[in-house]
């Protein structure tokens, strides 16, 4: 699914993009300033957070709650690799029910849930943007179990 959008129209976008997902983890790649912690605001706010939700660039991971559970949004910009992510524990995050929104998931591809929904956001010279909204299966993650069975 594709959306272009102002910005002015993040919260109507936010609710479709809710009405499509078929996982809770997300996925948020684009260039930097494009607007990925922008959108994780309004879907924080459309899954019932009052947070103050903000980009966990130094912490890494911010965690809000919402009526049914908790959302971690991840920042991955500032780790180097995988081992990083693994030594401040993201495999206890990563395999919850819980809702999982990662900006530069590109950091973390083989410890990825074999489910997950890919937005893809790019800002239009006339200040909109455009929104790719795909649901990805990891292929990583099946060699990794499959070698595990062997």
């Known amino acids: ?17 809710l009405k499509q997902v078929t ?42 709650e919402i009526e049914d559970g908790l959302i971690y949004h991840f920042d991955l910009y500032r780790i180097k690799d995988e081992e990083e992510a693994l030594n401040f ?22 410890f990825l849930p074999e489910k997950f929904n890919k937005i893809e956001i790019k800002l239009n010279l006339d200040g909109s943007r455009i929104l790719k909204l795909s ?7 099946k060699k990794v179990k499959k070698q595990k069975k062997d």
């Open 23 to 64: 996982s809770k983890t997300l996925l948020f790649y684009g260039d930097m300033g494009v607007g990925k912690t922008t959108l994780i605001k309004a879907l924080s706010k459309q899954l019932g957070s009052t947070s103050n939700v903000s980009s966990p660039t130094f912490s890494i991971v911010n965690e809000y």
């Open 1 to 17: 699914m594709i959306f272009k959008y102002p910005i002015e129209d993040i919260e109507s976008v936010a609710s479709a993009i």
């Open 135 to 141: 649901s990805n299966t990891n292929l990583t993650q």
């Open 89 to 110: 524990g993201i495999e206890d995050y990563l395999f919850n029910d819980q809702w999982i929104f990662i900006e530069w998931p590109d950091k973390l591809v083989s």
